[in-house]
């Protein structure tokens, strides 16, 4: 059955209180139709479980987010704190409090990626010299490691040890609302990055990005630190919404399919932002 027909799913959510129902929107059933998205954490009331640190949310693909961070929240935020967000706190986690993570989830090194983030920059958001992570696969400072992040109120995607390519900035304010997303190509070894357009921004260095390793392991709003056994370089704000596919939507002909999944992700965001 197309997705598309499913109005009503009855489901239970591993480790998370059941529910007789889960209702779809139609922004929902355009998003789920997106045979490439394999990842979509929003937090809900009715999705997450806090048991002492640890902190479960069930992702609408089937995907849990974890993280053993007590610094890391669910509450209300965007504009007017309108929407149910992930809070971040900034900094690193404790020792042996891991950072949100999404379990059992790695980049695929020969198909590329697409991931795109909801977000508003916290009030206390330094515009320079502090990164500030959306997403990341692998481990800090490894030599396979993804990382796409603001530094110096630019956007930033890295693959290892090799530069970081960067755009121009000033992009970002203190408080303000963005979609922000990166994509990489493993063939042609290009990576995009976009915020609030569905256009990439260009880019300020032009250093070749090789592909990432495989058993990259995904995590949001932050990166493991080199051990595996804490978070680093963590995001500042809310986050909304998390979305991952396992395609790289970089080249032309994918330009068509990543402005429509953009305009869908951006359709519920209009006191937040504007998309161009």
């Given at each position: 059955m197309a997705v598309s027909a499913i109005t009503r799913v009855p489901f239970a959510l591993p480790n998370m209180p059941a529910r007789p129902t889960y209702e779809l929107t139609d922004r929902d059933r355009r998003l789920l139709s997106y045979d490439a998205l394999k990842v979509w954490i929003k937090p809900d009331a009715d999705n997450m479980r806090r048991s002492g640190k640890a902190l479960r949310?069930?992702?609408?693909?089937?995907?849990?987010?974890?993280?053993?961070?007590?610094?890391?929240l669910i509450g209300d935020g965007m504009t007017g704190d309108a929407k149910p967000v992930i809070k971040m706190p900034g900094n690193t986690t404790?020792?042996?409090?891991?950072?949100?993570h999404v379990q059992g989830y790695e980049l695929n090194e020969s198909t590329g990626y697409f991931v795109a983030c909801v977000i508003k920059f916290g009030a206390a958001m330094v515009a320079s010299g502090v990164p500030y992570t959306f997403f990341a696969g692998g481990v800090d400072t490894s030599d396979h490691d993804v990382q796409f992040y603001m530094l110096n109120n630019a956007m930033a995607l890295s693959h290892g040890n090799i530069a970081a390519q960067q755009t121009t900035g000033p992009l970002f304010t203190a408080g303000g609302c963005y979609l922000v997303w990166a994509s990489y190509d493993p063939a042609s070894k290009v990576g995009a990055v976009g915020v609030n357009s569905v256009s990439p921004r260009n880019w300020a260095t032009a250093n070749v990005l090789e592909p990432a390793g495989a058993g990259r392991q995904v995590a949001i709003g932050g990166k493991f630190n080199v051990p595996g056994t804490a978070g680093t370089q963590m995001f500042l704000g809310d986050m909304a919404e998390v979305f991952i596919c396992d395609e790289q939507w970089v080249t032309p002909d994918k330009e068509m399919i990543r402005a429509d999944f953009l305009a869908d992700v951006a359709s519920l965001y209009g006191a937040d932002f504007t998309l161009a």
């Open positions: 949310i069930a992702g609408r693909k089937g995907y849990m987010a974890y993280t053993g961070d007590d610094a890391i404790g020792s042996g409090e891991l950072p949100l």
